[in-house]
């Protein structure tokens, strides 16, 4: 079975940095859509950070140039690179690949079907 395991959370202050990981189990290879999202408390689940197999990366603007998104094939793992952090990027963090190598729907949630089970970043 396909597994995603995130892990890096914490607490931190503003403008401080964090790198999330998440090491994915169970593949045969390497999923063609991978992702990061995140959900605060009464928000609904963000699409943050998108990367192709083939190296295409897509980013929200509530991240873009602050958040990088990066994956070590030897290792089945994905990033997220988290710098200048504030306390509006408080949220539970989760990793999701989609089965379907369509990557068309680079951001949405409904169109990943493996989540991990998330890791919890403050920021106060």
């Known amino acids: 079975d396909v597994q995603l395991v995130e892990s890096g959370g914490g607490l931190v202050q503003p403008g401080e940095s964090l790198r999330l990981s998440c090491v994915a189990s169970?593949?045969?290879?390497?999923?063609?859509?991978m992702a990061w999202f995140r959900q605060a408390p009464g928000k609904f689940r963000e699409g943050i950070a998108h990367?192709?197999?083939?190296?295409?990366?897509a980013y929200a603007d509530s991240v873009k140039g602050r958040f990088t998104i990066s994956k070590d094939n030897s290792k089945n793992t994905l990033y997220l690179h988290m710098n200048s952090l504030n306390s509006e990027d408080t949220a539970m963090y989760y990793c999701?690949?989609?089965?379907?190598?369509?990557?068309?729907?680079?951001?949405?949630?409904?169109?990943?079907?493996?989540w991990g089970q998330g890791t919890q970043v403050t920021v106060s």
């Open positions: 990367l192709e197999r083939g190296g295409d990366e």
């Open positions: 999701a690949t989609a089965s379907s190598s369509d990557c068309t729907w680079k951001l949405v949630p409904s169109a990943y079907d493996n």
């Open positions: 169970g593949y045969t290879a390497s999923p063609a859509c």
